[in-house]
Every structure is written in structure tokens, then in C-alpha cells.
């Protein structure tokens, strides 16, 4: 039977992309070798990387003054080398769910953390409005997409400070207005690439404000430096995300791709809204993730979860349990995962709905 991967990350992929790093296991552009066993020196790697960064910087419309690196550690790691590198004693943080909460925990390492606002009192389902970002803080961040909470903030907001942004799972979901914002990053495996690779894009200016020391691996100013290959890069992840990038462009772009995610994330919130047996979890249908759709059962039917979880799966149905801290279903449906599956998970939800 047809899988469809719901997955929130590693996640669905695009079958090109996995084509192409299974053949590139065999042999790599005609090397006769292993893209697992080449140099990252070769020059066939090095036109992989460059590559990479330009389609990364065409598809997003980056202008010249910013840098895109590729690095490892995770978007995880960036939750330290963010306030390493930019914050002198004051930054502002929104508290928009788990990740942020993250980020928040590692800048405290670094000096004052103010948390402009945090939609915890209700267990993140909203993305918090009509806060105050300190006009003194270094930088202020925030999540745009909210994987687990699937909360979205789906504009470019206007900052009078830097403004950085985890883009881990909504990177490419939307076209991106890349001159108001500092920096932008994430891991890979949500919308792009396997895990394994953290893309940053970085705006030369901002950088070099802080007096610290900074671990030559954490200064972003090293792997500027070096195109990315200070040290030895994820070969097979970047490998893999430069197919992304083609697919991509194939696909028309980032406006088509907007413009596909947005009536998916409609055909989805349309019948969640309209069952009986269910109910959305984010209200606000403005702060919806159109990457992350989290629903529960209306408390009438709370019993039936589980049997939910179990007719679904047998559908095909991979990835729909929601995360433990939210309960219910989370249904990821990112870049890759076609309209097909997102029909097959209504139809589901419709025939259950019937049989119940
Ligand atoms: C998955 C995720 C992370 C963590 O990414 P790692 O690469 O595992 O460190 C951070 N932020 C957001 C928004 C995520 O979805």
C-alpha cells in the first residue's frame, strides 16, 4: 500500500532528491566513487557546494550582503552561536513554543534575556500580538514556524532591531523578505534536506558587534571565511539539498510553491473544521501553520483517539500522532508531500467520521 508520510522531521522528501543521493551513493557525478567517499576538496564536491549557496540565494531573492553557510550541528547548536556572536548584554526573545524555549534557555548563558511575550498560558496555540521588542536589546528572535505547536507567524515582520529567525521547519514555504531580518536559520530535515545540515543565512554588517572570544567552530565569521569548508562539511546532506534546490526551481519557485502550500493547508483546515469528530487546536485561522496542521478530537468523541490513530495507519497513514506534549494528531505537510496524500488523510477522516 501507498505510504503517506505526515512526518514532523527527518520528513518527506522530494522522490528526486532521493533518486539522485541513492545513485550518488553508487557513483557521484562519474567519479566511480561514493559521494560518502570523495574528498570534500574534489572539485566535483566543491561544485556541489557552490551550487548549493547560489540556488539557495536565487530561490530566496538573498541580496549580496548576506552570506548562506551550511554547517553542522543543528539548529540546536545556533540556540548558543546566536547569542555567542551577537548578543553584548541585552536580548529579546518571543516565546512562541518548545524550540524557542530552547533559545531562550542558551542567550540566558550570555546575559539578560527579555521575553517580549509567550503564548504558554495556552499551550502555545497562538502566536502572541501588540508586544514590545526593547529598543536597547542586541537582537530580538523569533520562531516563524512552530513544529509541534503548528502555530506559523507567515509575515516579515518589521524590527528597528536585528531580527533572527528559526526557519527550521518553514524555510522555502513562502517567499521571504531576506533584508529584514539579521540572520535566518535551520536544520535541514524538516523541508530541505536528511538531518545533518543547518543552513544560516547571515548578513555580513550585522556581525562582529561582540568583544567575547569566540570558539573558532561557533564564530560564524569562520565558516564565512571558508565558504563553509573550515572543517569538513555534511557532504552527503549538502549533496542532497542541492537536489532539493533543483527540484525547486522545477516546481516554478517559491511563489508556486506558497501558492500549492497554501491550498493544501486549506483542503486540510477545511474539513477539521467541518467534522464532527474533530477540532483544530490553533483557533486563530491566521496563526495556522500551513506546514504543521495540529488537531484533537471534540471532547464528545475524546474515547475514539486512538481508534482514529489505528484506521488511519491502516489507510497508508504515517506520521499523524501528535507530539506527547499537545496530544491528538499533527499531520506535517511540507514542500514535498503531494495533494494526493493530503486527500487521502480527508477521506479518511470523512469515512471515520461516517462509520462512528
Ligand atoms: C526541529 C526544530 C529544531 C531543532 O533542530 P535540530 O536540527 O534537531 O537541532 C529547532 N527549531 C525548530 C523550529 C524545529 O522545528
Known amino acids: 500500500m501507498k505510504k503517506h508520510n505526515f512526518y514532523a522531521g527527518p520528513s518527506i522528501l522530494p522522490q528526486i532528491t532521493i533518486d539522485n543521493v541513492a545513485e550518488a551513493v553508487k557513483d557521484f557525478a562519474g567519479t566511480g566513487l561514493s559521494v560518502m567517499e570523495i574528498s570534500h576538496?574534489?572539485?566535483?564536491?566543491?561544485?556541489v557546494m557552490d551550487e548549493a549557496q547560489q540556488l539557495f540565494k536565487e530561490l530566496l531573492n538573498i541580496p549580496e550582503t548576506y552570506h548562506v553557510l551550511f554547517l553542522g550541528g543543528g539548529a540546536s547548536t545556533q540556540f548558543t552561536m546566536i547569542p555567542m556572536n551577537f548578543m553584548k548584554s541585552k536580548s529579546a526573545y518571543l516565546n512562541t513554543g518548545s524550540w524557542a524555549s530552547k533559545a531562550v534557555k542558551e542567550a540566558g548563558l550570555y546575559g539578560e534575556v527579555v521575553e517580549v511575550?509567550?503564548?504558554?498560558d495556552k499551550t502555545f496555540s497562538y502566536i502572541p500580538k501588540g508586544y514590545d521588542v526593547p529598543a536597547d536589546a542586541d537582537y530580538f528572535h523569533i520562531t516563524t514556524n512552530n513544529t509541534i505547536y503548528g502555530t506559523q507567524i507567515r509575515e516579515d515582520?518589521?524590527?528597528?532591531?536585528p531580527l533572527i529567525a528559526d526557519m527550521s521547519s518553514d524555510i522555502f514555504c513562502r517567499p521571504v523578505d531576506i533584508s529584514k531580518y539579521a540572520l535566518i536559520y535551520?536544520?535541514?530535515q524538516k523541508n530541505l534536506a536528511p538531518a545533518g545540515v543547518t543552513f544560516v543565512i547571515v548578513k555580513e554588517d550585522a556581525l562582529g558587534k561582540v568583544d567575547r572570544a569566540i570558539p573558532t567552530?561557533?564564530?560564524y565569521r569562520t565558516h564565512i571565511e571558508k565558504g563553509s569548508m573550515f572543517n569538513t562539511?555534511?557532504?552527503l546532506p549538502v549533496f542532497a539539498a542541492l537536489q532539493t534546490l533543483k527540484w525547486l526551481v522545477s516546481q516554478g519557485g517559491i511563489e508556486k510553491m506558497y501558492e500549492r502550500n497554501l491550498a493544501k493547508a486549506a483542503l486540510l483546515y477545511?474539513?477539521?473544521d467541518r467534522n464532527k469528530l474533530f477540532k483544530p487546536t490553533v483557533?486563530?485561522?491566521g496563526d495556522r501553520s500551513i506546514m504543521n496542521a495540529c488537531w484533537v478530537m471534540n471532547d464528545e468523541f475524546k474515547d475514539m483517539e486512538s481508534a482514529f490513530l489505528d484506521y488511519a495507519t491502516g489507510k497508508g497513514m504515517v506520521g499523524i500522532k501528535g507530539h506527547r506534549s499537545v496530544g491528538g494528531f499533527r499531520a506535517s505537510i511540507y514542500n514535498a508531500l503531494p495533494v494526493e496524500s493530503i486527500e487521502a488523510l480527508i477521506a479518511a477522516m470523512k469515512d471515520f467520521e461516517k462509520n462512528n
Not at 511575550?117 to 504558554?120: C, D, G, L, Q, T
Not at 515582520?157 to 532591531?161: G, L, P, Q, T
Open 157 to 161: 515582520i518589521d524590527c528597528k532591531i
Open 117 to 120: 511575550a509567550s503564548s504558554k
Open 283 to 285: 483557533g486563530d485561522p
Open 217 to 219: 567552530m561557533l564564530n
Open 233 to 235: 562539511p555534511p557532504v
Open 41 to 47: 576538496r574534489s572539485k566535483e564536491f566543491i561544485a
Open 186 to 188: 535551520g536544520g535541514a
Open 270 to 272: 477545511d474539513e477539521i
